[in-house]
Each structure stands twice: as structure tokens, then as C-alpha cells.
T-cell receptor, first 114, second 112 residues
């Protein structure tokens, strides 16, 4: 079975400071990894994805994530956050090919402080 | 290019009633998945439809059923509503399997 653990439920950070949101997964097979962002009263927007290839993945809005197979992690980072980055962030995995149902973590609430 | 659209945006029902939620996928997408997001939680996979058939199903009771139409749009039906069914229901579409999913803004279902 697959599972996703987001280690921090809330992360406050000052504007223009760097941030890292942590994600660990467990799976007995190869996985695809995703980060989604959810703004209030909206659906989920894809930030970035790891399907294969380079383990450092760049996404939208200046975010990047690194796939670490040995540590089964896929942490999300941004070097300098903005007020507009305040939102809920979800890490997700899907398994195998041809079957892309997503397993989500419980989310990390990022709050950027002016 | 319209993204994933869901209707209605909000819905209030009482226990025991039945509800139908609707989803139109992003243009060019043929696969539709439904998720339930309870307050303060991550989305949970309900089921996925492809070529008008349920291809995969998560751990949800038979009260949750769905349908996909020839134009790839989809419906989620929930019977005998319980208080615990109150949640945001998200529809996501993709082109085939293994591709990133695009989400709609969801339908907020409240059960009184």
C-alpha cells in the first residue's frame, strides 16, 4: 500500500525567507510524485511533478523539489517566499503506469508573514 | 481553453437524501477521477472513469457511484447521505493514464 506523510501541518515563514515543506512516501513499487497547491475555496493546482529523469524538478512560481529515492522523500523548496504563496500544499504519489489515481498527504499550511 | 468545470459549486442536503454532482473535463482529456476532501484533510480517491467504465475504485461504499458519458463528462452520485459525507468533492481529468491530473474547483456538499 502507498502512503504519504507531510511532516509539518503548519509552516509560518517571513516574507522573502526560504522555505522547505517536507514530504515522505512509502511504496513497494516505483512512484510518480507531485506537489499541488490549494488556495482558499479553490481546487488543486499542479506545482510540479517527478515522473522520471533528473531528480531536481522545477515547477511554477519559483518552486522546486528534489526526489530522493534512498530516503523516500520529495521535499518542496522555494528560496524566497511571497505573501501570495500563503496556501495549503499537498504532496501526492501515484503508482505504476496506466493507473494514475493519487494518494495525498494531509497537507501543509504555509503562512507567509509580512 | 476551459479547464475542469464542476457544478454546482455549493449544495445543501439532509440525511438520507441523494445527490448528483457533475464534472466536465478539460478539453482533450478522456479520464475523469473523483476525490473527497474532508475539512482539514487531503483529498481521498473515490473512483476513476475511462471509456465510460469505472477503471479503479478507492475505499468508498457502494452508496458512491458514478457515470461517464460519451463526451467524457462525468457524474458522481451519492445515495442515503450521511453527516460524514459533508466535504468538498473534487473532479480531476487527465489524458490517459500516467499523466498529471487537472482539478476543478470542487462542489462543497453540506449535509444537515
Amino acid at each position: 500500500a502507498q502512503s504519504v506523510t507531510q511532516l509539518d501541518s503548519q509552516v509560518p515563514v517571513f516574507e522573502e525567507a526560504p522555505v522547505e515543506l517536507r514530504c515522505n512516501y512509502s511504496s513497494s513499487v516505483s512512484v510518480y510524485l507531485f506537489w499541488y497547491v490549494q488556495y482558499p475555496n479553490q481546487g488543486l493546482q499542479l506545482l510540479l511533478k517527478y515522473l522520471s529523469g533528473s531528480t531536481l524538478v522545477k515547477g511554477i512560481n519559483g518552486f522546486e523539489a528534489e526526489f530522493n529515492k534512498s530516503q523516500t522523500s520529495f521535499h518542496l523548496r522555494k528560496p524566497s517566499v511571497h505573501i501570495s504563496d500563503t496556501a495549503e500544499y499537498f504532496c501526492a504519489v501515484s503508482v505504476g503506469t496506466g493507473a494514475n489515481n493519487l494518494f495525498f498527504g494531509t497537507g501543509t499550511r504555509l503562512t507567509v508573514i509580512p | 481553453d476551459a479547464g475542469v468545470t464542476q457544478s454546482p459549486t455549493h449544495l445543501i442536503k439532509t440525511r438520507g437524501q441523494q445527490v448528483t454532482l457533475r464534472c466536465s473535463p478539460k478539453s482533450g482529456h478522456d479520464t475523469v477521477s473523483w476525490y473527497q476532501q474532508a475539512l482539514g484533510q487531503g483529498p481521498q480517491f473515490i473512483f476513476q472513469y475511462y471509456e465510460e467504465e469505472e477503471r479503479q475504485r478507492g475505499n468508498f461504499p457502494d452508496r458512491f457511484s458514478g457515470h461517464q458519458f460519451p463526451n467524457y463528462s462525468s457524474e458522481l452520485n451519492v445515495n442515503a447521505l450521511l453527516l460524514g459525507d459533508s466535504a468538498l468533492y473534487l473532479c480531476a481529468s487527465s489524458q490517459g493514464g500516467g499523466q498529471p491530473q487537472h482539478f476543478g474547483d470542487g462542489t462543497r456538499l453540506s449535509i444537515l
